[in-house]
């Protein structure tokens, strides 16, 4: 009975000593596991591992990690309780920049925030995809950018931004039309570059309705009862009205052209007529006996005449004398009344506006004697008179000068 009992107490206390070992080993072991967080992908996990780094780590979770991914640890840190590590898988994605293409590695959600974080794209562009679209891996990305085009839209110039085509094209899809008329520098099927400036040439046509004078003409009828030499008004003229229509062509708002297209004639005009006198004159018995008299003229081309003691009465009037001879230019010799001037070159004769003095008056020139209206010249009008002398020299000193001018008769 001792020996088995002796036995009993061995088993128990062999028993006790395994479970003590067992129970050692077993807090060991989860003394040992170290409690790690792992976000892969925005996707969380909590593992315990007995694993020394990050790689063996990412190894027991199944992790591979790329070229271009993103971790928050490098490989080769030792693992601590309480650990959290971040990994995220880049995206590969083809980007297509007006057909030239190159390979990207991301970690964008978006389209809108892969373009944004590589700067690729400016709201000009032309992209293939939406800018919300999802990233996916293998994308391939397609963008034609936009360059700025100068248009001079009939002197309104702006830039517009474009990505390629045709001019056509390019002027719809701003809205631009062009009417029949209008014109370009360039042909709606050439293709726009940056260095492809559009002149719009904007040409409009409008009619313009004015009133003009129509102006009257004159006639000259030949009249045997005035003396040659004369004219005399019969009927004056009057303007009478003419409408013309006329097609105004503008470019750009500015006018290049005016076309007569229609006349019509609201008011005749009336028609001036002048009689012209072709009556030869007749020599006076009077004019010519002055002519053969030379005592006032002789005084007045050598000086001044002494003042009379009895001034001779008369219409009195002031007036602008000048000097001619009978060798004038455009002179015949004759006056209008018909004296020799070249027989006679002493004749104290004076040409006159015979409205004023008529011809044949005698008439007191102050300070040089006394003379007759015997002749008319182109520019003698009004209180104007221009008075014969024998030779140049003499009318050159004389010049001009204002008178005091007595009608006689």
């Known amino acids: 009975m001792k020996t088995i009992s002796s036995k009993m107490k061995l088993v128990v206390s062999s028993i ?40 063996e780590l990412l190894k027991e979770v199944g992790i591979v990690v790329g070229q271009h991914d993103k971790i928050s640890h490098t490989s080769d840190t030792e693992i601590t309780d309480g650990m959290k590590i971040t990994y995220k898988d880049s995206t590969h994605v083809t980007v297509a920049i ?11 959600d978006t389209i809108g925030e892969f373009l944004q974080e590589n700067h690729l794209s400016s709201s000009h562009d032309d992209v293939s995809h939406k800018p919300d679209e999802k990233i996916t891996e293998g994308l391939t990305l397609s963008i034609d950018k936009a360059f700025q085009v100068a248009v001079n839209d009939g002197g309104n110039k702006q830039k517009l ?19 029949k008329p209008d014109r370009m520098n360039v042909d709606l099927n050439d293709q726009v570059s940056a260095n492809t400036p559009i002149k719009i040439i904007r040409v409009k046509k409008a009619e313009d309705v004015v009133k003009e004078p129509l102006a009257f003409k004159t006639e000259r009828k030949e009249d045997s009862s005035l003396a040659k030499g004369e004219e005399r008004i019969i009927s004056e003229g009057e303007n009478g009205t003419v409408v013309k229509t006329y097609e105004v062509t503008k470019e750009n708002g500015k006018e290049v052209g005016r076309e007569l297209i229609a006349e019509e ?49 008369g219409r009195v009037l002031h007036m602008t004398a000048s000097a001619y001879t009978a060798s004038c230019s455009g002179c015949s010799g004759f006056t209008t009344t018909g004296i020799n001037l070249h027989a006679n070159p002493g004749a104290n004769v004076i040409a006159v506006d ?6 044949g008056t005698h008439v007191y020139i102050e300070g040089y004697g006394e003379y007759v209206a015997a002749d008319t010249g182109g520019n003698i009008h009004g209180n104007r008179i221009d008075i014969h002398f024998s030779n140049k020299s003499a009318a050159m000193a004389f010049g001009r000068r204002s008178v005091k001018v007595t009608i006689l008769d």
Do not use: C, M
């Not at 931004?161 to 009417?179: A, E, F, P, R």
């Not at 028609?271 to 002789?298: F, H, M």
């Open 16 to 55: 006790g000593v395994l479970a003590l070992v067992i129970f050692s080993s077993l807090l060991i072991l989860e003394t040992a596991n170290a409690e790690v967080t792992v976000i892969n992908d925005g996707e969380k996990e909590t593992v315990k591992t007995q694993a020394n780094t990050v790689n």
């Open 161 to 179: 931004w474009y990505t390629g085509g045709t001019v056509q094209q390019l002027l719809k899809s701003n809205h631009i039309s062009l009417n």
């Open 98 to 108: 007006n057909g030239q293409e190159k390979e990207y590695y991301t970690f964008a």
């Open 354 to 359: 015979s409205s004023v003095i008529p011809l």
């Open 265 to 313: 004639i609201k008011e005749e005009s009336k028609t001036k007529v002048i009689a012209i006198g072709t009556k030869a004159p007749e020599q006076r018995t009077d004019l010519a006996t002055l002519a053969s008299t030379t005592k006032s003229n002789t005084a007045l081309e050598k000086q001044p005449v002494a003042k009379q003691e009895q001034e001779p009465n």
